[in-house]
C-alpha cells in the first residue's frame, strides 16, 4: 500500500522569495584564469588591491600568478588576513587601501580573505563614523571609487 502526503495550508506559511545576488557571471575551470586580464579591463580596474592570507602569499605561488594574469602594472598585495579575518587586520587592509590608491579587490583564498574582502569594500565605501575609527583620524573620508570585486578562491 502507497500513501501519498499532501501539504497542508500551514506547510505553506514558510515560502518565501529567493532574489539573485548582483553577482555578474562565474568564471570557472581551468583555464579561467588567463581570462583575468579582460574582466579587470572589462570593470576598469588598473590597480588591484588583493586580500589574502600570509600563508598563501608567502608558501604558494598563486599571488604571482594573479599578479601575471592580470594584466597590470601595479598590483597591491595585502596578505594580512588570519583565520576568522580579524577587525585589526580589516582595518589595516582598509588603511592600506586608501594609502595605495587601488580601484577594485580581489580577494584569493578561502572564506576569511573573502569575508575580509567584503567587509573592507564595505567599510571603504561608507563615509561616516566608521570610517574615522578605521584610520582613528575623525576628519577622515574615503571616496568612492572601488565598485567592483572578484573573488578567487583556493
Known sequence: ?????LPTTNQYT????????????VEYGIGSLSKL???????SISKPFLVTSAS????????????NASGCESVVVFSGIQQHSPIQHIRNAVIELK???SDGIIAVGGGSPIDAAKLVIHLYKERNRSIAQVSQHSNDTLGCRIHHYLWLHW
Open 37 to 43: 586580464a579582460d574582466i579587470l579591463s572589462e570593470l
Open 14 to 25: 514558510n515560502l518565501g522569495t529567493y532574489v539573485a545576488t548582483i553577482l555578474k557571471r
Open 1 to 5: 500500500m502507497s500513501s501519498t502526503i
Open 99 to 101: 594609502m595605495r590608491g
Open 56 to 67: 598563501l602569499a608567502t608558501k604558494t605561488d598563486i599571488i604571482e600568478s594573479i599578479k
